[in-house]
């Protein structure tokens, strides 16, 4: 799946696809994680920010009941209201997926044409699919009044990903795009969805983003197993500590006393969460007493957590972390978001990009496979366009390599 799109200014774009009508237009972000992966659906701690790529949403009323999904570079599909369906795989079941969550939840909508595009590279793990329900939801919001907050966005966005992608995904991603803010990563707890801001002051680091190119099928079906490994952890602990409400209650011992031998692979799994949450508040302290070298040291630890113990990594993975290593100028690497494929995020001094270049080198000479690197800026969360905005939104097919080309 991809939305990048053409050179035509926006507006002119619009005018098109909306027969003239002045559409709303959304932009929602992509995102990064710096630390904290594979712990949002267990109520544990993770380090996201927006970053400054997006998906723009517009969105104009109709006057029947068809719903009509346009996107820059895919089919259009028009079906009615009363026909949404789940269709893992095509770009528009996010679209349909958010206004059926609407409807289930007693929203009153009306007809519309929604148009599609952006530059978040699909497939890279920067979360494009959360860009994607959560500009939808927050147009059809702004279109048809429904005065939702952005928590509320939030939930509908993640429950349209449940049950229109079959990705039984957590809150992070909708929560960096519709909570994020310039300059800063947001510190979540998902016990209780509250978060602090944490400024990135990155000094003399630029955060890059090393495209493996790669995602293998199995991404979200072993997405699904690693949740039901965690469960099955947080039960057997349960059965003895009655207080238990969540893994994030469990302590290594118990783990170690209660599953290690009943079963061992559910005890690696929640290890690793037990250990990562850890590394989240050190991190987020690091990030304030502006400890880079430790944050880098972090993330090393980090990826060597998921390959090995939640083994959600893949050999083309590794291989860009083992190259980092080698690399003096990076501070820290380590696999982001689901793993299986898509991007590592490194922390590279700024006056040392010459690095980038020999990495692109050398994994293409191992693997195969041309490697992208994009460097990332933390952005605001998503919003409503203004005209000023809008006049200025040109994108291009350049993507986030431009800095490094
Ligand atoms: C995907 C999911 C998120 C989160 C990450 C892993 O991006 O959508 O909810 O679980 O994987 O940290």
Known sequence: ??????????????????????????????????IGEHTDYNGGLALPAAINRYIYVSVTWRDDEQVNMMAAEFP???????????????WHTYIQGVAAVLLGWGYVLGGFNIHVCGDIPVGAGLSS??????????????????????????????????TFAGVACGLMDQYAC?????????????????????????????????????????????????????????????EKHATVERLRDCSLEQLYDEVLVADPVAYKRAKFFV????????????????????????????????????????????????????????????????????????????????????????YERRTGIPLKAYRVMIAEGARVCNNRELRQIKYNEKSLEENYA
């Open 76 to 90: 259009s599909k028009e079906l009615a209201l009363s026909e949404l369906y789940p269709c893992p795989g095509e």
């Open 275 to 362: 250990e990562e949450n850890k590394r989240v508040e050190t991190a987020a302290v690091a990030l304030d007493r502006r400890k880079l070298t430790l944050m880098g040291d972090l993330l090393y630890e980090s990826h060597q957590g998921l390959t090995a113990l939640y083994q959600v990594s893949c050999a083309e993975l590794d291989l860009l972390i083992q190259l980092a290593k080698e690399e003096k100028s990076v501070v820290g690497a380590r696999m982001m978001g689901g793993g299986f494929g898509g991007c590592t995020i490194n922390l590279i001094e700024k006056k040392y990009k010459s690095c980038i270049g020999r990495l692109q080198a050398e």
């Open 178 to 238: 519709l909570f994020g803010k310039r300059g800063y990563a947001l510190k979540l707890d998902f016990r209780t969805l509250q978060f602090e801001y944490v400024r990135l002051n990155l000094e003399f680091l630029d955060l890059v983003l090393l495209d493996s190119g790669v995602k293998h099928s199995l991404a979200s079906t072993e997405y699904n197993l690693r949740k039901m490994e965690t469960g099955r952890a947080l039960s057997r602990v349960q």
């Open 1 to 34: 799946m991809h939305f990048n799109a053409m050179m035509t200014p926006y507006r002119e774009l619009l005018s098109r696809t909306h027969g003239g009508l002045e559409p709303i237009v959304v932009r929602a972000p992509g995102r990064i994680n710096l």
């Open 129 to 162: 699919s959360a860009a994607l329900c959560c500009g939808t939801v927050m147009a059809l919001d702004a279109l048809f009044d429904l005065q939702l907050t952005r928590q509320e966005m939030a939930l509908i966005a993640q429950q349209a990903e449940h």
